[in-house]
C-alpha cells in the first residue's frame, strides 16, 4: 500500500516541480523590479524582532534649537551621540505584531531594529542618494501633486527651479492639497536601516513654501506603516524655517525597512506643503540584491577618499611630495583674503623650470568654495599620478615626462571651510561659494569681451589693437577695485606661465561649458556666442564629457532643468547663461591658454561615501582631456643665429585669434587634424609662412620657423649702438619728398 502510494504521489511532485520552474523562468523574464521582489521576498520575512522597542527622539541641526542637548554638532558636520537616561521606548503601533512578539521572526508587513539577523553598522548612515541621482525617480512616490513640475522626482535635496514659476523642472514636490493626509515616500528597493531625514523647502525665485514640522513612518510592503512614536504618541519631527537652509534630524534609534514616507503636520501659513528631501540610510547586507549588484561601482585605487581641511590639504599635498620628490613641488601663487596661502603642486619631470618645447598644463577648483568634489578630485589625482608613476605606468609616465603639470586644488579656501564646517549635508546650495568678501571668483576677472568686440566693430584690429592678448584696463588695476585678492593671484600666475590648455573643476551640474561665457548681443541673457577657435573648444569639451561615465547618457536624470546629455555633455557657456568676466573668456583673450569648466557632479558638496565613485566617473576625463595639450602644432620661432624670438605672434589662416611665443621663442597652438598655412612673425623681424598638417594619432606635429631682421630694424639697431638716433621726419614731409623725386625722374 505505501509503494502504490509512492508511485501516485512522485508523478505529482514532478508536476508541481515542472510547474515551480516554469513559473520562475516567466519571473526572470520580467522587468527588473519584478526580479527584484522575488529576490527579497524572503528576506523581509526573515526579518528578526527586538524584545525591547526603540526610542524616537530627534536630533536637530544648528539653525534650530536643539531638542536633544546631548547631541552636538562637530567639525565637519560630523555628530557625536550622548545617551540620555530619560529615553523612553516606543510602543508598537501594529497589534498584530504585538501578537507575534514572543514569536522569533517578524511578520513582513512591520518594521524593527533587525540587528539580530543583520550585523550592525555602528556609524551614522550616509545619504541614500536624492541628491546624487542614485535613488531614480521611479523610487519617489507621493501622495498627490500640484503639477508635473512639482512631482515627488522633483522633490530631491538641493534641487534648483527654473527661471519661471510653472517650468517643467521646479524646485520640490508640492502636494496638490494642504492638509495632513500628504505624504512623501521613497522605495529604497532593499532593506535599509534608515537613520534620518534633511529637509529644505521650495526653490523658487517667486514663492515662499516649506515644511514646519512631520511625521516619518516606515514599511516592509508600502501597504502597512509603522510611525516613529515618542512613548505612546507619534513624534513630531520640527523641520524648517525657511525654504534654502537644510535641517537635519536625526532618529533616536535605527528603524529597518524597505520604504520610509515623511508625513508633513505644519507647513509655513503663507505657502503651501513644498518639501525637498533626503533620506540618510545604510543599505542591509543582502547578496541576492539584484539593484545593488548591477549599479555598484568599486575602485581599485588605493587612495585617500574623504574630505580634507585645509590643514589636512597642505599635509596631504606634502606627503605625495615625499613619496615622488623627483617630479613633485610644492609652491603657492598668493593669499587668500584670511591670509591662507594659495597652494598648488607642479608634477613633471624636471620640477620647477620650463623646459622649451614642452607645454604647460592646469586643473584648478574651488573658486567657488562650496564646490567641493572638484577639489577632491584633484586630490585624488595628484595621489593617483604619484602612486602609477612609481608603478611604472607607461601612460603616466608619458604625461609626466612630456608635461609640465600644474594642480591648485583649492582657489578659495576661505569659502570651503565655511562649507566644511558645517558638513556636506548641511551646506546647502550656496554657503561658502563666495570669497570672504563676498566676491565670485569665477567672475571676478576683467571684461575683455567688450573690449575686444568694441574694437571689431570699430574696424581697429589689426591696425590700433591685436585680436589676442588683450590688455587688462586701467581700472581693474586700481587698488579701489572690486577685485578680490584670490582673483589677482590667479591673474598674476596665469601670465607668468606659459600654460596651453586648462580646466577649471565646478559642481552642481554635469556638463562641460566652454568660451565665449558673455553674449555678444546686449540685453540678451542666453544665446550661442562662438569663439574663432569654436571647433577646436567644442573637441576639448567632448573629450571629457565623453569619457566621463555619466555625461554622455541618455538615460541619466537631469540634475536640475537642463538636459545636457542631449548635447553629448558640453555646451557654450554662453548658451547656458551670460556671465561677463569668466575665468575661461579672460584665459582666452588675455594669454594663450584655451580654458574650459568641468561641471563634475550634480552634488556639489557629496558625503565622503561617495567620493570612490565619483573619484571612477572623472578619473579618464581627467587624464584624457590633459592628454589633449598635446594636439595641434608646436614648435619654435629663431632669428638666424638660432636664438629664440620671445613674444612672436603666431597666426592660422582663417582663425581670427593668435598666440604668442614664450621665452625661449616655443609656442603651441591648440588644432583639429587638418592643414593649415601658419604664419610667424615679430616686432622688427620678417615674417614666415609654411603649411603644417595635424594627423589624427596624439602628439602636436613640429612646425618650427626661422626669421630674419629687417633693414629698419637693422638701421635703428646700429643707431642706438652708437648713441645716435634715426632721423624721423613727418610722415607727409616723407610723402612730398617721394612725390617730388618721382616728378623730377619722369
Not at 537644510?246 to 509655513?268: L, M
Not at 533620506?279 to 568599486?298: A, F, K, Q, T, W
Not at 601670465?495 to 540678451?524: A, H, I
Not at 569639451?541 to 547618457?553: C, G, K, P, V, W
Amino acid at each position: 500500500m505505501t509503494r502504490q502510494r509512492l508511485s501516485f504521489l512522485t508523478p505529482l511532485a514532478l508536476l508541481g516541480l515542472l510547474a515551480g520552474l516554469a513559473d520562475l523562468s516567466r519571473a526572470s523574464e520580467d522587468e527588473d523590479y519584478y526580479m527584484q521582489e522575488l529576490l527579497t521576498r524572503d528576506q523581509y520575512n526573515k526579518v528578526q524582532m527586538l524584545e525591547k522597542p526603540v526610542a524616537s527622539i530627534p536630533d536637530r541641526n544648528r539653525e534650530q534649537p536643539s531638542q536633544n542637548p546631548g547631541k552636538k554638532v562637530a567639525k565637519g558636520g560630523r555628530q557625536t551621540d550622548k545617551t540620555t537616561d530619560d529615553t523612553k521606548s516606543v510602543k508598537t503601533a501594529n497589534k498584530k505584531a504585538e501578537k507575534t512578539k514572543k514569536s522569533p521572526l517578524k511578520t513582513p508587513n512591520s518594521i524593527s531594529e533587525g540587528e539580530g539577523h543583520y550585523s550592525a553598522i555602528k556609524h551614522e548612515c550616509p545619504p541614500m542618494g536624492l541628491e546624487t541621482l542614485k535613488i531614480d525617480d521611479f523610487q519617489l512616490h507621493a501622495s498627490t501633486t500640484k503639477r508635473y513640475g512639482l512631482g515627488a522626482h522633483r522633490g530631491r535635496l538641493n534641487i534648483q527651479a527654473g527661471l519661471y514659476e510653472d517650468d517643467l523642472y521646479d524646485g520640490a514636490w508640492c502636494a496638490g492639497r494642504d492638509d495632513p493626509l500628504q505624504w512623501f515616500e521613497v522605495d529604497a528597493r532593499r532593506l535599509t536601516k534608515f537613520t534620518g531625514v534633511i529637509t529644505q523647502g521650495r526653490s523658487s525665485l517667486w514663492s515662499s513654501d516649506w515644511v514646519t514640522s512631520y511625521k516619518v513612518m516606515v514599511s516592509n510592503d508600502s501597504h502597512t506603516w509603522i510611525t516613529l512614536k515618542n512613548s505612546s504618541e507619534d513624534l513630531i519631527f520640527s523641520a524648517n524655517r525657511e525654504k534654502e537652509i537644510p535641517v537635519r534630524n536625526i532618529f533616536p534609534a535605527p528603524v529597518i525597512g524597505r520604504y520610509i514616507r515623511v508625513n508633513p503636520r505644519s507647513w509655513f501659513n503663507s505657502g503651501n506643503i513644498c518639501m525637498r528631501v533626503e533620506i540618510l540610510g545604510c543599505p542591509m547586507s543582502d547578496p541576492n540584491n539584484y539593484y545593488h549588484r548591477r549599479n555598484e561601482v568599486i575602485t581599485t585605487d588605493n587612495l585617500d577618499f574623504r574630505h580634507h581641511s585645509y590643514k589636512e590639504m597642505r599635509q596631504l599635498m606634502k606627503v605625495v611630495n615625499e613619496m615622488c620628490p623627483n617630479i613633485t613641488r610644492i609652491y603657492n601663487i598668493g593669499k587668500s583674503h584670511s591670509g591662507l596661502k594659495l597652494y598648488a603642486i607642479e608634477i613633471s619631470d624636471n620640477p620647477g623650470e620650463h623646459e622649451a618645447g614642452e607645454p604647460e598644463f592646469r586643473y584648478t577648483a574651488g573658486a567657488h568654495g562650496n564646490e567641493v568634489l572638484g577639489r577632491e578630485l584633484l586630490l585624488l589625482l595628484m595621489q593617483f599620478m604619484c602612486q602609477e608613476y612609481l608603478s611604472g605606468n607607461r601612460r603616466i609616465r608619458r604625461l609626466v615626462e612630456e608635461t609640465r603639470i600644474h594642480l591648485l586644488p583649492s582657489v578659495n579656501p576661505d569659502g570651503y571651510e565655511k562649507a566644511f564646517e558645517v558638513g556636506s549635508e548641511l551646506s546647502g546650495w550656496s554657503l561658502g561659494r563666495w570669497s570672504n568678501d563676498g566676491i565670485d571668483i569665477h567672475h571676478n576677472f576683467p571684461d575683455l569681451n567688450s573690449i575686444l568686440w568694441e574694437a571689431e566693430a570699430k574696424k581697429w584690429i589689426p591696425r590700433k589693437m591685436f585680436n589676442h592678448h588683450v590688455p587688462i584696463p586701467e581700472w581693474y588695476l586700481s587698488k579701489n577695485a572690486s577685485v578680490a585678492v584670490e582673483t589677482r593671484a590667479l591673474i598674476a600666475w596665469m601670465e607668468k606661465m606659459p600654460f596651453v590648455l586648462g580646466g577649471n573643476l565646478q559642481g552642481g551640474e554635469l556638463v562641460v561649458t566652454f568660451p565665449y561665457d558673455k553674449t555678444r548681443s546686449q540685453g540678451v541673457s542666453r544665446e550661442p556666442t562662438p569663439t574663432p577657435d569654436d571647433h577646436v573648444f567644442r573637441w576639448l569639451a567632448f573629450s571629457y564629457a565623453s569619457t566621463h561615465r555619466l555625461m554622455t547618457d541618455a538615460s541619466q536624470r537631469v540634475c536640475h532643468t537642463e538636459a545636457f546629455a542631449k548635447e553629448d555633455g558640453t555646451i557654450n557657456g554662453a548658451s547656458w547663461h551670460t556671465a561677463a568676466g569668466s575665468m575661461n573668456d579672460f584665459s582666452y583673450l588675455h594669454t594663450n591658454c584655451f580654458e574650459l569648466s568641468m561641471y563634475v557632479g550634480c552634488d556639489k558638496f557629496p558625503h565622503e561615501s561617495e567620493l570612490p565613485e565619483e573619484w571612477e566617473n572623472n578619473r579618464e576625463s581627467l587624464l584624457v582631456f590633459m592628454e589633449q595639450v598635446h594636439r595641434g602644432i608646436k614648435g619654435v620661432v629663431r632669428d638666424l643665429q638660432g636664438r629664440g624670438i620671445a613674444n612672436a605672434i603666431i597666426s592660422v589662416e582663417g582663425i581670427g585669434h593668435d598666440i604668442r611665443t614664450a621665452a625661449d621663442g616655443d609656442y603651441w597652438r591648440l588644432l583639429n587634424p587638418g592643414e593649415y598655412r601658419v604664419t610667424a612673425r615679430a616686432e622688427g623681424y620678417s615674417f614666415a609662412s609654411k603649411k603644417c598638417e595635424v594627423g589624427y594619432e596624439m602628439g602636436a606635429t613640429r612646425c618650427d620657423f626661422v626669421i630674419g631682421r629687417t633693414n629698419l630694424s637693422r638701421i635703428k639697431e646700429i643707431m642706438e649702438k652708437f648713441n645716435k638716433q634715426p632721423i624721423r621726419l613727418p610722415i607727409r614731409q616723407l610723402q612730398a619728398r617721394r612725390s617730388r623725386a618721382r616728378r623730377l625722374g619722369t
